[in-house]
Structure formats: structure tokens, C-alpha cells
């Protein structure tokens, strides 16, 4: 059976190849153990000058993490539940704080886990099919792997937006976001990574196959974005949509009524203070809500409906946000016995 992640230095770079294109290069936990300490070695060697991170299929960069195994701990009592967000959270924070270049070529699908891996590197480069969303708080989780840095930090309210609601958006937008720094056409990815491996000036290289992302059409909606999620409160966000009869404002609520209530007040407060943390700070605090909902419902429920069972029809526990208090949410952000360290 073929790895799921393959190493291999060529010329000046370290190259990281996703090699399981039929999970979607899920981000599964052997995965993790595999990259945190080859990262850590090449981040030590003098021969390896940047590294680059790809993917194998045309589908997907990474469409997530392994959640089907999570799904499997999580009902057996298995702790290897945490300790898959515990060794995940880590190597995201090892990313964001390598210290050589760091170039993912996102092609494809880029969800969840396959964000973490990708989106905290120094240079990110996007090609013609780039879908990218956090769709957590559909299935019951949080949009974590760093979310709670680097939605808050997007222009305008756009980061609570996608969050909460889960939207995908695709390369224009993700490029005029700052999700992605550059944009080379699909089929000039393997050129590109040829040019890299023998480059000593990353940038001018990555600058010659850059072109223009085109349209980004969450533009056109940055004034209702803005104005609809600026509220201090998920309640009044809601209020405000429910308000407004005009037809973004009502698809973008028939939206959020069908995601977990915990989720989405966990991801509001999330977000709001993300905004004030360091990166080493916001990984701690999403370590001690995953180390939480291993403990709860909704996660579980989410998997079954969209993974397990695909009946797409969640039977959320409560049901809804007005059978949610601040107490209820402030649990799930209390200090852990055991934080989260670097």
C-alpha cells in the first residue's frame, strides 16, 4: 500500500507530495506524524533552502481531515480523538512558523485539515479549480486548523461569514481575500515546481508564472457581508438577516439554520476572539474546544448524517441556539488540565 504522504528532496527544495487521492488526500493522523518531523529536519538542513507541498488527483488538494476515523474514536471513548487534534494543531503552528518558505499549490478541493497544511505557509498559490470553504459548523465542529487566526484577519466580516456559514468560494475570490498570493494555471503547476527546485529567488520565480485570478465575486457582496455580520452578538446577526427581505440576506439565513447551534455560537465567540490572540494562543483555545466536543453530540451526529448514514438530515443536541446560554458555551474555552504546547 502506497504512503499517504511521499518526501523527496530535489535540488534546493523539500517537496511534500498528498498521496491519497481517494480519501480527497483526507489529512489523517499517520499523515500528520509523518510531516511534523520531516518539516522539522528540513527546517535543520542547510541543503533544503524552501519546501513545497502538492497533491496527487485532480479533485483535491486535501478535502479535510480523516473525520470517518474521528468518528470511529469519538463513539468508541478512544482518546486517540484528541490526540489527533493535538498532533494536527502542532504541525499547523510548525507551519505557520517555519522558518524557510513554505509553498502549497493548491489545486482542487481545500477544506478543513487540507487548509491547516496549506494556508499558514509563507506562499500560496492557487490554480484554475481551487474550491476552497470551512464547512465545520455543518457537521458539528468549529472551523479550527487556525481558523480562529486567520478568519478574523480577512477583510471586512468575510471571515465570520465563511465560517459560520460554510460558503465555498473559489480562486478569484480566495486570491482577493489573501488566502491565496498568487494564481498559476493548473497546467503550469508542474513547470512551476521545476522552476522552484532549482530557484534561489522564490519569489521572482513564483512572480514569472503568475497571472491575474480574474473575477472575485464575493466582492459584489462585501456590503451586505460586512453590514449583516458585524453585530456583537450571533443573535443579532440572525436578527439583522431575518430583518432584511432581500434574497442574499434570506439564502444566507436558510444557510445558517441548517448548521449545529452549538457550532455556530461556538465559531462566533471563536472568531471575535481570535481577532485579539497570537497564532500559539488561538491553537491553544481550539484545542480546548476539540478536546470538548470529543465529550458532546453534535460532531458525531454531523459525520453520520454526511459521512455514515448521508441521509443529510442532522438531528442536532439542543436543537436550537435559544436552548444555549453563555454558560453552556463558556465550557468549552476553560483552560485545560493539560494545554495545548510547542
Known amino acids: 500500500m502506497a504512503a499517504e504522504v511521499l518526501f523527496e528532496v530535489k535540488g534546493r527544495a523539500g517537496v511534500i507530495i498528498l498521496n491519497s487521492p481517494a480519501t480527497l488526500n483526507a489529512v489523517s493522523l499517520p499523515m500528520v506524524r509523518a510531516m511534523h518531523p520531516q518539516l522539522e529536519a528540513w527546517a535543520r538542513d542547510p541543503a533544503v533552502a524552501h519546501v513545497?507541498?502538492?497533491?496527487?488527483?485532480?479533485?483535491?488538494?486535501?478535502?479535510?481531515?480523516?473525520?470517518?476515523?474521528?468518528?470511529?474514536?469519538?463513539?468508541?471513548?478512544?482518546?486517540?480523538?484528541?490526540?489527533?487534534?493535538?498532533?494536527?494543531?502542532?504541525?499547523?503552528?510548525?507551519?505557520?512558523?517555519?522558518?524557510?518558505?513554505?509553498?502549497?499549490?493548491?489545486?482542487?478541493?481545500?477544506?478543513?485539515?487540507?487548509?491547516?497544511?496549506?494556508?499558514?505557509?509563507?506562499?500560496?498559490?492557487?490554480?484554475?479549480?481551487?474550491?476552497?470553504?470551512?464547512?465545520?459548523?455543518?457537521?458539528?465542529?468549529?472551523?479550527?486548523?487556525?481558523?480562529?487566526?486567520?478568519?478574523?484577519?480577512?477583510?471586512?466580516e468575510t471571515g465570520l461569514y465563511l465560517g459560520l456559514t460554510g460558503t465555498r468560494i473559489r480562486t478569484g475570490d480566495a486570491a482577493a481575500l489573501g488566502l491565496a498570493t498568487h494564481y498559476v494555471p493548473s497546467d503550469r503547476h508542474q513547470p512551476l515546481v521545476e522552476a522552484l527546485c532549482a530557484a534561489e529567488d522564490i519569489d521572482r520565480c513564483i512572480e514569472d508564472f503568475s497571472v491575474s485570478a480574474g473575477d472575485a465575486p464575493l466582492a459584489a457582496e462585501r456590503g451586505l457581508i460586512d453590514r449583516h455580520f458585524s453585530p456583537p452578538s450571533l443573535d443579532a446577526v440572525i436578527a439583522g438577516l431575518a430583518a432584511d427581505d432581500g434574497e442574499w440576506a434570506q439564502k444566507t439565513l436558510a444557510a445558517i439554520r441548517t448548521k449545529s447551534p452549538t457550532s455556530l455560537r461556538l465559531t462566533f465567540r471563536q472568531l471575535r476572539e481570535g481577532a485579539h490572540l497570537d497564532f500559539e494562543d488561538c491553537m491553544r483555545l481550539e484545542f480546548r474546544i476539540a478536546s470538548r466536543i470529543f465529550h458532546g453530540a453534535d460532531f458525531f451526529e454531523g459525520i453520520r448524517a454526511v459521512v455514515i448514514d448521508k441521509d443529510l438530515k442532522p438531528r442536532w443536541q439542543p436543537a436550537s441556539l435559544d436552548d444555549l446560554t453563555d454558560e453552556d458555551m463558556a465550557g468549552y474555552f476553560a483552560p485545560l488540565a493539560s494545554e495545548l504546547s510547542f
Open 52 to 156: 513545497i507541498i502538492r497533491a496527487v488527483g485532480e479533485k483535491a488538494f486535501s478535502a479535510g481531515g480523516d473525520i470517518r476515523h474521528l468518528y470511529e474514536w469519538g463513539r468508541a471513548g478512544d482518546e486517540t480523538f484528541c490526540t489527533f487534534f493535538h498532533d494536527e494543531y502542532r504541525l499547523n503552528t510548525l507551519i505557520k512558523r517555519f522558518p524557510k518558505p513554505y509553498i502549497a499549490l493548491i489545486n482542487g478541493i481545500v477544506m478543513g485539515g487540507g487548509v491547516g497544511v496549506s494556508i499558514h505557509g509563507s506562499h500560496r498559490v492557487a490554480g484554475d479549480r481551487m474550491t476552497f470553504a470551512m464547512p465545520e459548523t455543518g457537521i458539528g465542529l468549529f472551523p479550527d486548523v487556525g481558523g480562529t487566526y486567520f478568519l478574523p484577519r480577512l477583510p471586512g
